[in-house]
Structure formats: structure tokens, C-alpha cells
């Protein structure tokens, strides 16, 4: 027995097309943002995953290596980088030697503040969109 799809209409078509639309450009304003403070979208990212962990300011270099998607030892290399900026510091758990947590600098704070300033208004442009396409049916 095949099953029962809903149609979907020209209009559910639009809202996915204007949320894909500002969604890229919100990843085209955050890399120009980052580029223009001297840093990579990833090094932003990485910054931002350290912050993003509640009760805590700091992350493992496998949970950023989650939140980017991205391969571990991919993550080791952005950290390095990070860590030659003066973005990041590298420090062992203390409760698990094997994980290696991930500690903001002030001068990446500094970095992460002001880009997180900027991408206020942009965040909220695209959340007004996608509540636009689940209002038009998901």
C-alpha cells in the first residue's frame, strides 16, 4: 500500500526558497564578519561551541568536533591554530585525562563578543523565516 503524501504547494516552495536564501546569506554575513576580524568562520565557530555548553565555558575538543560536524583531528588542527592566534587555550580533564577541554582567551572573548554582536540581528531575520515555513506547513 503506497503511502498518503500531503501535496505540497507553490507556497510551502517559496518559504523553503527564501529560508535557504537567508540562510546562506546569514553564512555569507558570518564569514565576511569573521574575515574582517582576522579569523576564520571556524575559528568563530570553535569560539562560539566553547561558550555554548550551559553551567560551563569551555568544551571537549570531541563536542566541538559534534557541534561542527567535523572530525576530530580536524577539530586538533583548528584548535592549533586557535591556539597560535591567542584565541584558545588547550587543558586537560580533570575527571577524564583522555578529553582534552577547549578555554576561551580574552582576546578571543573579545574576538567572540563583537561578532556575536553583530550576528544579533542577523539570527533574528532568520528565525522570523523559519517560522514562516513551519507556519506554511513545515
Known amino acids: 500500500m503506497a503511502s498518503q503524501r500531503k501535496s505540497i504547494g507553490k507556497q510551502h516552495f517559496e518559504a523553503l526558497s527564501d529560508f535557504r536564501f537567508r ?5 555569507r554575513f558570518s564569514e565576511d564578519a569573521a574575515r574582517e576580524e582576522g579569523i576564520t568562520v571556524l575559528q568563530y565557530q570553535l569560539m562560539l561551541h566553547t561558550q555554548g555548553f550551559p553551567g560551563r ?20 588542527a583548528l584548535v592549533s591554530r586557535c591556539e597560535e592566534a591567542g584565541l584558545v ?11 582534552v577541554e577547549v578555554h576561551l582567551l580574552p582576546a578571543g572573548r573579545k574576538k567572540l563578543e563583537r561578532l556575536a554582536a553583530l ?14 515555513v513551519n507556519k506554511d506547513g513545515g
Open 23 to 27: 540562510l546562506r546569506s546569514f553564512l
Open 89 to 99: 587555550k588547550r587543558k586537560p580533564s580533570s575527571t577524564d585525562r583522555r578529553q
Open 57 to 76: 565555558e569551555w568544551a571537549t575538543v570531541s563536542e566541538i568536533a559534534e557541534r561542527l560536524q567535523a572530525q576530530p583531528h580536524g577539530v586538533v
Open 119 to 132: 550576528h544579533k540581528d542577523q539570527v533574528v531575520k532568520l528565525a522570523e523565516v523559519v517560522a514562516l
